[in-house]
């Protein structure tokens, strides 16, 4: 039983290996004898009946040892054994907080997350120099109503400490029935000093654009919260609505906007440019493909700037990096998160799967952003302590509450814009 067992999971290994290769561009020869494989994969010499490769003969030497010796008998479930073999094997590529293995479960989470509903606490986690943090909580989710914000380091979930542990058993920790509590132990380097935070786990529905007219001014804010299946839409209802409402400007938010679909990010970058391209995309031979501006934008020439900050990531930065090379507004704020690894999923048969960085996101002009960031054309940070001011806190305003803010970022955007509202 034990030799079946390990047939089938180095098969499956196996599998994994050139599903990664072939998912990569890479094809693999042979001179067309089953005996005589040249430059054959560890697959296709199992397939010939050469066995198991070498390359895995410490692997399973361990395996044996474990099997053989574990004082607990009940820990050795063979599934769990085996996703832990390949989160090892995705780890060692060193893109923590991106490429990922997913159980089935977090297969079906990842659907939700992007359709813009889920269960949890509503905040985008990643790992930046070795350690978890908060790239993002989400507006209005329980995360951010409870203090949590961008950048904070994740030290423990319910008093166990979690600074070790794998991003995804960390999310699945944090993760739970709505109306349930969870504890975070958060460190946070600006003040030098740890929170422990209970947030209260609820449904989260986020809307990926809002708006709302700046007290005082002829300026729309747009908030992007994430690139999510429906954010074009969302965005070009903004848009027309503030058009109607008399903006002469507008500032687009994207501060603690985690990402998200690549096409949303093309047609999003699309209503504010006119031609060229809004990224090219680099695959590991050195090759470049452009993915050219969509036409018919409907905030081509309307005075812009955008607002960023270290929680903008992944396809905020596609869309900041474009309205730089363009030329076609300032950026303003913090440098951003800097992820730019293309995820390619592969789905695997008993309905896991990978999302492997198969290839990198660079600007129109050729920038890298991977572990770079977008930095801003003008650098402006955050008082320790102060709040953002997102679109929605601005609906009630008055323009005397609105001055009194302490969002540096936004008030720099609307100078820049020569519409700072009078006291």
């Known amino acids: 039983m034990k030799r079946l067992t390990k047939i089938l999971m180095v098969a499956l290994v196996l599998l994994l290996l050139t599903s990664v290769a072939f998912g990569a561009g890479v094809v693999l020869g042979y001179s067309g004898q089953a005996s005589e494989l040249v430059g054959a994969s560890p697959a296709q010499a199992l397939a010939s009946g050469g066995g198991e490769p ?3 003969d410490t692997f399973w030497q361990a395996w044996d040892i474990v099997h053989d010796n574990f004082i607990d008998r009940e820990a050795l479930d063979e599934t769990d054994l085996e996703y832990g073999a390949i989160r090892g094997m995705i780890r060692a590529l060193g893109d ?3 490429t990922a293995f997913m159980t089935p479960d977090e297969v ?6 992007i359709s813009g509903t889920f269960s949890g606490i509503g905040a985008y ?3 930046k120099d070795g350690l978890p943090m908060i790239v993002a909580p989400f507006e209005g989710s329980p995360a951010e109503q409870a203090g949590v914000k961008a950048g904070d380091i994740i030290i423990e979930v319910d ?3 979690v600074t070790s542990w794998h991003l995804n ?3 699945n920790n944090i993760r739970g029935e709505e109306s349930t509590e969870v504890i975070l132990t958060l460190l946070r380097p600006d003040e030098s000093q740890s929170y422990e935070i209970p947030i209260m786990r609820g449904e ?3 809307p990926a654009a809002t708006w709302a007219m700046v007290p005082g001014t002829e300026v729309a804010m747009i908030r992007l919260s994430q690139f999510s299946a429906n954010a074009n839409s969302q965005l070009t209802t903004a848009l027309h609505e503030a058009e109607v409402a008399g903006a002469t400007s507008l500032i687009v938010d994207i501060r603690n906007n985690p990402g998200g679909l690549l096409e949303q990010a093309i047609k999003v970058t699309s209503q504010f440019l006119q031609d060229g391209n809004v990224l090219q995309q680099e695959d590991a031979q050195g090759h470049r493909k452009a993915y050219p501006i969509e036409p018919g934008g409907l905030a081509t020439d309307i005075p812009l700037v955008v607002l960023i900050n270290e929680g903008s990531a992944s396809s905020s930065e596609i869309f900041a ?4 090379d363009h030329e076609r507004g300032q950026v303003v704020g913090e440098t951003t998160f800097g992820t730019g690894t293309v995820l390619q999923p592969f789905a695997l048969d008993d309905g896991s799967g990978l999302m492997l960085g198969t290839s990198q996101w660079l600007t129109a002009d050729g920038r890298l952003i991977r572990k770079k960031g977008i930095e801003p054309d003008t650098a402006v940070e955050l008082p320790v302590g102060a709040d953002l001011i997102y679109a929605r806190d601005l609906e009630n305003m008055t323009v005397t509450e609105f001055l009194e803010t302490e969002d540096t970022q936004l008030m720099e955007a609307l100078r820049l814009l020569n519409a700072l509202p009078d006291k």
């Open 169 to 171: 058993d960390i999310v």
């Open 159 to 161: 008093g166990e400490d």
């Open 108 to 113: 079906a989470r990842q659907r939700s997350d």
């Open 204 to 206: 989260i529905i986020v």
């Open 96 to 98: 923590e907080g991106h």
């Open 321 to 324: 990096g474009a309205i730089q």
């Open 54 to 56: 070498a390359e895995f």
């Open 125 to 127: 986690l990643g790992v």
